[in-house]
Structures are given as C-alpha cells and as structure tokens.
C-alpha cells in the first residue's frame, strides 16, 4: 500500500479560457508562494540509502496531477481517484536551487538542493465557476527502486486532496495569474515489493523439500 506522501508542491496557477467553458493551470512548485520542494521520508528505513529526509533531486523523478471539479476533499482518495481525471506529468528539475520553506519551515529548505519541477499547462475542460479539487502523485522511474507508473515504483507518494475556490477568471481578460493557496505536502517513500506468485511458489516447494528431507 503506498504511503501517503507529503509531496510538499504545487504553485499552480491559473487563467480562463471563458469561451470554450475551460480553464488552464500551469503545474509547478518553483513559483509557489511556498516553495515547498518534493522530498523523501525523513525516516531512513522508508528512504533510499542517505537520502532520508532530503529534496528529491533526480530527473527521473516524475510528478502527475489529478483534478475533479467541485469539491471532492471528503473523499478517500481511491474514490477522488475514480472520478477524477489524470492530468500532465513533469520531472524534477535539477538546476533549480533549493530556496524555500521545507514542512512549514520558512526561509530555507533543510532537505538541500532540488525538490522542485517545471511547470507544465493543464487545461480544466468543463470548468466555468466554483472549487476544484486536487491530488498530486509523484514516483521514481528509474534505479532498483523506480518504474515506469506510480504503481509500478517502489519509491512513490502522493499528496492530501485539497481545494481551490478561485482557481481561474474567466472574465474579460486574464488577471495576472495567482498562485493556489492551499498547497499541501508530500513525501517520497519506499515500499516493499510484494512477492510474486512465482516466488512464493518456489519458497512454498523448498520448504515442503526440507520439511520431506528432515522426515526421511
């Protein structure tokens, strides 16, 4: 089961597109307000070697964002996941620093350089008015930990639903573009691989082997 992650993100920002009765949101952490980077569990047993604690700095470290308008942060997250709609993915960029607040803590962050990704457009089909909720999902995708999907990583988080009531304008021109002022957190987390069934097979024939050798 993956751990739930405080992934600590999201600047998203946001302008209207009132005419096609959409929205677009630029996902990104580096220009939030809070500058919270992605970083990996602080305890050493749920972190890669050293890395207990730190900012995420790989860019094969990859981010997804999840949206479903209204407001949906009451919610499991299986059940926001199932209405929700799958949006853009990022990576970590490894040449933005690691200035910022780390869980809460202003100024700098304590987990070092990285943590941060680049912004990409998401486009809110459907959207006119009123709250949209959100999750955000990040994995490493490469190394003995990583794969291709969120599912597929043993080294993975994802972020506490949250809401957003201003999210976009849609009158007249574009305003200046807000940051989203509820940004939760997230961290990276290691998972033990399940046994596959061949191998439980093969520990279930040894022990039966060792079992018949004892009785004979």
Same mark, same amino acid.
């Not at 630029?26 to 972190?47: D, I, K, L, M, Q």
């Not at 200035?99 to 990409?120: E, I, K, N, R």
């Not at 002022?181 to 596959?196: D, F, M, Q, W, Y």
């Given at each position: 089961?993956?751990?739930?992650? +405080?992934?600590?993100?999201?600047?998203?920002?946001?302008?209207?597109?009132?005419?096609? @009765?959409?929205?677009?949101?630029?996902?990104? =952490?580096?220009?939030?307000a809070s500058? /919270?980077? +992605?970083y *990996?569990?602080? &305890?050493?047993?749920?972190?890669?070697?050293?890395?207990?604690?730190?900012?995420?700095?790989?860019?094969? &470290?990859? +981010?997804?964002?999840?949206?479903?308008?209204?407001?949906?942060?009451?919610?499991? &997250?299986?059940? $926001?996941?199932?209405?929700?709609?799958?949006?853009? &993915?990022?990576?970590?960029?490894?040449? *933005? =620093?690691?200035?910022?607040? *780390?869980?809460?803590?202003?100024?700098?962050?304590?987990?070092? +350089?990285?943590?941060?990704?680049?912004?990409?457009?998401?486009?809110?089909?459907?959207? !006119?008015?009123?709250?949209?909720?959100?999750?955000?999902?990040?994995?490493?995708?490469?190394?003995?930990?990583?794969?291709?999907?969120?599912?597929? !990583?043993?080294? !993975?988080?994802?972020?506490?639903?949250?809401?957003?009531?201003?999210?976009?304008?849609?009158?007249?021109?574009?305003?200046?573009?807000p940051? $989203?002022?509820?940004?939760?957190?997230? /961290?990276?987390?290691?998972?033990?691989?399940?046994?596959?069934?061949?191998?439980?097979g @093969?520990?279930?024939?040894?022990?039966?082997?060792?079992?018949?050798?004892? =009785?004979?």
């Amino acid at each position: 089961m993956k751990k739930a992650i +405080v992934l600590s993100i999201l600047g998203i920002t946001a302008s209207g597109i009132s005419a096609f @009765g959409q929205g677009a949101i630029n996902f990104g =952490n580096y220009s939030s307000a809070s500058y /919270e980077p +992605v970083y *990996y569990n602080p &305890t050493a047993s749920s972190a890669p070697a050293g890395l207990a604690g730190k900012n995420a700095n790989t860019p094969t &470290t990859e +981010v997804q964002l999840f949206y479903a308008i209204g407001n949906l942060t009451g919610d499991s &997250t299986s059940a $926001f996941l199932a209405a929700a709609t799958a949006g853009v &993915t990022t990576f970590i960029t490894t040449s *933005y =620093n690691g200035a910022g607040s *780390y869980m809460g803590l202003p100024a700098t962050s304590t987990g070092g +350089v990285g943590g941060y990704f680049s912004p990409v457009e998401q486009i809110i089909a459907g959207w !006119s008015s009123g709250p949209v909720t959100f999750l955000a999902q990040a994995w490493e995708t490469a190394g003995p930990n990583g794969g291709a999907t969120y599912a597929a !990583s043993h080294l !993975s988080g994802e972020s506490a639903l949250w809401m957003e009531t201003d999210v976009v304008s849609t009158t007249g021109a574009p305003p200046p573009t807000p940051a $989203f002022a509820n940004n939760p957190a997230i /961290e990276l987390s290691l998972s033990v691989p399940e046994p596959t069934t061949m191998a439980l097979g @093969g520990l279930g024939l040894a022990a039966l082997m060792f079992f018949r050798r004892k =009785n004979v």
